[in-house]
């Protein structure tokens, strides 16, 4: 197996070393960005034989990435932080649910100040939020690293407010400590394309919530975004998939279903109950989706009832389309990307009545063994994945399989993307097929046209209160709809 860097690894590793390792390597999904943080801590174990590299992860990549990369490319010892016995590895990885939990933070400090430590933050877009815990947690430790390297291929997805902390981990010096004073230096509130001139006037927290929740959100001009751009150029190595490899081309397929009676009755009372639920209320774009997203499980062919247990309305429809699609497919690999752990049991069902249950994997929250399932699929030991984006999003190599199902959607498009280039990245060597079953006439239209960033996601859900409304006979006023930042 050809074990050799790829340009722009060769180029991001010299970057890094004359920046200290403190860094941001933002690079696509699947450029490698796990390989070539491991060559930089190697430049320095060279001559720092006691530095240790902690590397803080999604769960998914604790052992799949992180932990197949390690023993594949390097001659480090390696651990989980969980498995860790007295003796430190020179590789320490945990998750980053783990490192803020009250369970494992103080073994985590107490680590930190026993060694010396190059910190990695590994999908660095974790700390989007200036609020969150791991967020406060991991710049109150910034300082105790001697080096500090963020990767991230999303590295703002919703806003380039999302850099604040990122930065702040590796290059304290280069914004504002308050992420207020960075906000109100380069961004400004707008809304429907029209700026708000404060004029020196200070807003109180209560006049914030009111702005945002009608509407109003924070954007930046081009110019400001230039001048933020350039303030972080000197520590940030950007490469786009397009710009670095000559990957196969994708290509996508929209397989349209049309609802049976059954789903599509259930579909309308939903949609008019919900409509009836928001009609002559003030509402944000978000509560509105939260709502409207229970649509998606009558595509589906089920409803969760007030218990939480699935209800099957029928047989599905789309469960009918994808055992087309497989039997077209024939053999080889697929994913298959689902929503609801309803969709994992029923398909985990029919393939294991047509195919054989040692022929099908699944990788969601329920799933008791994810390395397991994961290993069994990239070693062609199954032929079916049956994943939830969230569980499987980050990270995961899967160059085996060159075919994926999307069964059902959600709204983001940072998870979106990376679940799609799973299997779009180095090593594969064949052109990459997505296949989406798009229930016709629902909210399954408007998903994907926010995903393929065609519809902002508050004009969807403003078109699926229109079009719902319209069937009924009942008006809707746009004003009603407010917008929300952060979507």
């Not at 969980?82 to 003796?87: G, I, N």
């Not at 259930?266 to 509402?283: F, H, K, Q, S």
């Not at 389309?321 to 994992?344: A, C, K, M, Y």
Request: glycine fraction near 4%; proline fraction near 3%.
């Amino acid at each position: 197996m050809d074990n050799s860097l790829y340009k722009h690894q060769i180029e991001a590793i010299p970057f890094a070393i004359k920046n200290d390792a403190n860094c941001a390597l933002f690079h696509d999904p699947g450029l490698g960005k796990t390989r070539t943080c491991l060559e930089v801590f190697r430049h320095y174990r060279r001559t720092e034989p006691s530095l240790g590299l902690l590397v803080v992860c999604p769960l998914s990549l604790v052992n799949s990435a992180w932990g197949e990369d390690i023993k594949r490319f390097t001659e480090f010892t390696y651990a989980p932080f969980k498995e860790m016995t007295d003796a430190v590895p020179d590789i320490v990885v945990i998750n980053y649910e783990s490192l803020i939990s009250k369970k494992y933070l103080s073994g985590i400090l107490k680590l930190i100040r026993q060694h010396e430590f190059m910190c990695v933050l590994d999908e660095s877009s974790r700390l989007k939020s200036n609020k969150s815990k791991t967020t406060e947690t991991l710049l109150a430790i910034a300082d105790r690293f001697k080096y500090r390297l963020i990767a991230s291929g999303t590295p703002m997805p919703n806003s380039e407010l999302e850099l604040w902390a990122q930065v702040n981990f590796v290059q304290p010096s280069t914004f504002h400590a308050s992420f207020y004073a960075f906000r109100n230096t380069y961004f400004h509130l707008e809304r429907s394309g029209k700026a708000m001139h404060m004029n020196g006037q200070r807003l109180t927290s209560a006049d914030m919530r009111r702005f945002l929740s009608s509407g109003w959100h924070y954007a930046i001009t081009k110019e400001n975004r230039r001048l933020l751009m350039e303030k972080i150029k000197p520590f940030t190595h950007w490469v786009r998939k397009e710009d670095a490899l000559d990957l196969p081309e994708k290509v996508d397929q929209m397989r349209e279903v049309f609802l049976n009676d059954k789903e599509q009755k259930a579909y309308d009372e939903m949609e008019e109950y919900l409509v009836t639920e928001i009609e002559g209320e003030e509402i944000t774009a978000q509560v509105a989706l939260t709502k409207f997203m229970k649509l998606r499980q009558a595509t589906s062919g089920f409803f969760y009832n007030k218990e939480g247990d699935s209800v099957e309305i029928g047989n599905s429809t789309k469960l009918k389309e994808l055992e087309e699609i497989l039997e077209e497919l024939g053999t080889q690999p697929i994913i298959i990307w689902v929503q609801f752990r309803h969709e994992v049991e029923a398909i985990e069902k029919f393939i294991g009545e047509k195919y054989g249950a040692d022929q099908v994997a699944t990788l969601y929250a329920g799933t008791k063994d994810k390395d397991a399932s994961i290993n069994r699929f990239k070693n062609n030991q199954v032929r079916y994945l049956i994943a939830h984006p969230k569980s499987a999003a980050h990270g995961l190599t899967f160059v085996n399989c060159n075919v994926m199902v999307f069964y059902s959607l959600d709204y983001s498009f940072e998870t979106h993307t990376q679940a799609r280039d799973r299997i779009h990245r180095i090593g594969q060597k064949n052109s990459c097929l997505y296949i989406y079953i798009m229930a016709q006439g629902t909210i399954d239209e408007a998903l994907l046209k926010v995903l393929q960033r065609k519809q902002s996601l508050q004009e969807a859900v403003y078109a699926l209160v229109r079009d719902a409304a319209k069937k009924q006979g009942r008006p809707v006023h746009k004003e009603k709809l407010s917008g929300c930042v952060g979507l």
